[in-house]
């Protein structure tokens, strides 16, 4: 095949053949094959690392999937069981409010003498936590202070 060059001569590819090998090899030369061949295996290398690497995050994936389903029916469940005892508190607690209601219209008295008992015992508790709370403010000003001084 012929083409027609800028000063109107003809040029055949066989003409221009040389000179593009010439210039290839002229880039050839200045590369050395045992380099490119170190770039190719080093490459290889690497696709191999990263082909087991993205084996071992599938699996990964995979396990962590499975325990995450694993986990999360699990937490269903017990999410269900603490729901339903919560249910039978309330209904525990509304029936030991309205036998309360009940002993206190039968024996009033009775049940304001234990109610006074338990007032007592109350007011008891709180005295002693308010005692405690008292304590650990000044065991932590106490701290505090000898922080500063130290």
Do not use: W
């Amino acid at each position: 095949m012929e083409t027609e060059s800028e000063g109107g001569s003809r040029i055949s590819d066989d003409e221009g053949c040389p000179s593009s090998v010439a210039f290839t090899e002229a880039l050839m030369g200045q590369i050395k094959g045992a380099d490119v061949g170190a770039m190719v295996e080093l490459q290889r290398d690497m696709l191999s690392r990263y082909e087991k690497t993205n084996e071992m995050l599938i699996n990964f994936n995979m396990l962590s999937s499975t325990r995450f389903d694993a986990t999360s029916q699990s937490f269903r469940n017990h999410t269900l069981l603490l729901y339903d005892m919560k249910k039978d508190l309330d209904v525990v607690f509304r029936r030991i409010r309205i036998l309360k209601q009940r002993l206190g219209k039968l024996y009033p008295d009775a049940f304001s003498a234990c109610s006074d008992v338990y007032n007592v015992l109350e007011d008891e508790e709180e005295e002693f936590e308010g005692q405690n709370s008292e304590n650990s403010k000044d065991e932590k000003d106490e701290n505090d202070s000898a922080e500063d001084n130290g």
